[in-house]
């Protein structure tokens, strides 16, 4: 019998092999094993190709998570038919001890009719509250200069975690919107909340801004230095040198780290600046015309980092842009400044 098919040690409930090689095991209930091995799995420098795993228990849940993790072959002592038939739709090899039709859980039942895997995938994640972010709230806010006013009684309620496109033509106070959610500017009238307080009242910390890149210094500062300026300078140099090692991965520019920051393209600026948040650990990330002055190449592979932090960081995000085409290409919620008919208009 392959070692994964044998019996699970008492108190085990995940035991995941390469090759014939216990790799990782865990004791935990849930999804809890299964977001653990993502996470060793993320620093695992050994052979992916041929993962074997052995749960307890998988419902379609647990499929969706041993699919995304490029597991190839599971035993599964209890399994559902929705796990099952997701198994074998995505090529893995299964079997199993019990087979029944669903597991009795909310979560089995919310994911039935579901298709879409990055969608299944933050949705689990919401689920056992791995969420970096923090929640937005604007209350009837207005600004304006000398009673002009850009916008007004504005209303956004942005849970934990979620997204926002903000459009709108120049003038139209996208920037001044981001402004007041750093605590830099104050509403004329109304409220604005980060995780249930005001601006002012929140760690510096739990906001990164990235700015539009029209800087041409040529300052000889690295991309890694860049990066390790956002780190907790309380942690120890090992700790602060994983966090940094992790963002660059994490961002996918591990390769420019010895790179001088200002001969990067826009685009390749734009990853440093999201690394260097995760660096800082934000928990709100403050997107400010992120593809101005980007080629098209560049443009793509900033909206694929975007997207997967979205997946695997869940910071809330929200992106101020007059570039129409990213509504498109993102296909978040939108909230458009300026349109007579939409003044202020709201956004759940």
Known sequence: MEPYKQPLKEGLTLCVFNDDTLIFSDKGKWLTP??????????????????????????????????????????????????????LANGVEASYEKKIEKLACKTETLLETLTDSDEMYRL???????????????????????????????????????????????????????????????????????????????????????????????????????????????????????EIDTALRRVGIQNLQDRNFYTLSGGERQKVSLARCLCQKARLLLLDEPTSFLDSTSRQALLETIRALTLNEMPTIIVVTHDKQLEKDLAWPTLTLGLKEKEGGDHE
């Open 124 to 242: 689990l994640r919401l689920r056992a509250k791995l969420v970096r972010g923090v929640s937005v709230e604007l209350q009837d806010a207005s600004f304006g200069y000398d009673g002009d006013l850009l916008f007004s009684n504005l209303n956004i309620t942005l849970p934990e975690g979620e997204r926002l496109l903000i459009q709108g033509d120049n003038g139209k106070g996208k920037t001044t919107l981001l402004k007041m959610l750093m605590g830099k500017l104050e509403p004329t009238s109304g409220k604005v909340l980060i995780d249930g307080l005001p601006p002012s009242q929140i760690r510096s910390r739990t906001i990164g801004y990235i700015k539009q890149q029209q800087t041409q210094q040529q300052f000889p500062v690295s991309v890694r230095e860049v990066v390790s300026m956002a780190t907790d300078s309380k942690l120890s140099k090992e700790r602060q040198k994983w």
């Open 34 to 87: 299964l977001f653990a091995l993502e996470e060793f799995l993320q620093t695992y420098e050994g052979d992916k190709s041929n993962l074997a795993a052995h749960d307890t228990a998988a419902g379609k849940a647990a499929a969706i998570l041993m699919v995304r993790m490029g597991i190839k072959r599971v035993h599964i002592n209890l399994m559902s038919e929705l796990a099952l038939s997701y198994y």
